[in-house]
Every structure is written in C-alpha cells, then in structure tokens.
C-alpha cells in the first residue's frame, strides 16, 4: 500500500473522530446524555522481511525484520456512562438518578426503552409520561385532586389529597440496571435499547443493592467537558492537516520519480 493509502485512511479515521467531538459538543446541553469517544486500530502489516528469516549467507538472523503499515481504522466508538452534575430544576416531576440505573418507558410499538432523562410531566390522563408522551413504567397516576407530590429517593411517590393530611402512596418507580451499559443501543430522544451488548436488564428498587436512588426536582446534566472536547478538536484537525500533508508530500515524490 502507497503512502498516499496510508495517509488516507488517517483523514477519513480523523473525519470520524470530528463528527464523534462535534456530536458531544452539539448535546452539550441535552439532559443526560453520554459523551462518545472513538477508539482506532492500526491495520494489517505488510511484510517485506519476515522477523527471524536469515539475512545473510552466513546465517545471520533478522530480529526485526521489516514490517509497513497500511494505515488506521476505526475500531468502536465507545459511550462513557459516567454520571453528569445534577442540576436543581425545583419542577415536581423532574427527577435525576444518583449513580446506578435507567427508568423504564414503555414505547407505542410495547417495547421498553432506558432513560435517564427523568424530565417528566402528566398526560391528558394524568399518567407520569416523557416529554414525548411515553408512559415511564411500571405506570403510575396522579388524580385530579392531588395538592402536592413528592417522590422520595426510594422511588415512592407519596401525594396530599386535599382535605387529608396523611400522604399516600400511588406508586414506586423501578429502575433497571444493565452489565455493560456502555453496550445499549442509542435511538435518540434521549433512549435506549438493550442490545445483545449491553445484556438483559435487571430490575429493582431505587437505593436497593446495585441500584442508585431518585432525586426530585433535579435533572442530570450531559457528561460532556467542553475544555476536554475543544482540545480534542484541535489535536483532529492538527492531524488530519499532517495526513493531507503526507499525501501532497506523497505525491510530489511520485511525480519526481516518474520524470526520471
């Protein structure tokens, strides 16, 4: 493979990486989102002189040999789950989930989608729902004459009905935990799939074992540095201009061997 090869798969490896920095930069401000980092492999090696082959008449042993690299590719692009700054809101319905888990919503087509955007509302029902109007499971109902809501951090959403003092109990939100998390599939507005990578989910109690707990009237803000994301950017650029760089080099040298 020509150096101009080579240097190509470096620029369209480091066109990834930009549109992987300028996707975090974009969800900036996207309630919980998760920052993406590609990761990049090296290609098949050319062999031009095997390692350990005999290099001379004598018996001279190469120890190194002579291997040519074909170039770079993208291997993955990984999610980084850490968790992001929790940010008062003070709305009733708004909940953020301190280290382990996802809330559960139940999609149109029945599947189950993950979140941990807990900015949530009622329906014309009166049913705690997203944004976009997903039942969050396992389904839970506010009545009409309730004066106050509090969910507390093991998920119990105790209400006041008016004309009664003593709270009561209309619900408990579960959360579900996965074994690789990092594996979920993204399918936008703020969910997520289980996938044959992320493993089957399991359920429980928020502040029970392995699983976080609930803060009312917070949000989860996006785990996105934009110091972090900036000088990543600039270091993309400076290398996919040293990559342009080898292949114009490249073919200068091309053009001078030929008129030889």
């Given amino acids: 493979m020509s150096a101009l090869d080579v240097a190509a798969t470096g620029m369209l490896a480091q066109q ?24 990049f492999q090296d290609l098949l090696y050319q062999d031009v002189e095997l390692i350990g082959s005999t290099s001379s008449d004598t018996g001279t042993i190469d120890s190194t040999g002579i291997q040519l690299g074909t170039g770079v590719r993208a291997s993955a692009v990984y999610r980084i789950t850490s968790q992001g700054n929790l940010v008062s809101t003070e709305n009733t319905l708004d909940l953020a989930i301190q280290e382990k888990g996802y809330f559960q919503v139940e999609l149109p087509s029945g599947d189950t989608a993950y979140t941990r955007a807990g900015s949530f509302q009622l329906s014309p029902d009166r049913e705690i ?20 809501i509090t969910i507390n951090s093991s998920g119990e959403v105790l209400v006041k009905v008016s004309g009664q003092v003593t709270p009561q109990n209309v619900g408990q939100f579960e959360l579900a935990v996965f074994p690789n998390e990092a594996g979920l599939q993204a399918t936008g507005s703020n969910l997520y799939m289980e996938s044959a990578s992320s493993g089957n989910p399991t359920t429980g109690t928020p502040g029970s074992t392995g699983f976080g707990t609930i803060l009312q009237g917070f949000l989860e803000s ?3 540095d934009m110091v972090t994301e900036i000088t990543s950017l600039i270091a993309a ?22 008129q030889m």
């Fill in 16 to 39: 990834l990486n930009v549109e992987v920095i300028a996707n975090n930069i974009a969800n900036l401000n996207t309630t919980a989102y998760k920052r993406q980092r590609p990761e």
């Fill in 129 to 148: 729902v997203t944004t976009d109007g997903y039942r969050v499971l396992p389904g839970i109902t506010i009545a009409a004459d309730v004066t106050n």
């Fill in 222 to 224: 996006s785990n996105v």
């Fill in 237 to 258: 650029q400076r290398a996919y201009e040293m990559n342009s760089k080898v292949i114009t080099t490249a073919d200068e040298m091309q053009q001078t061997a030929n």
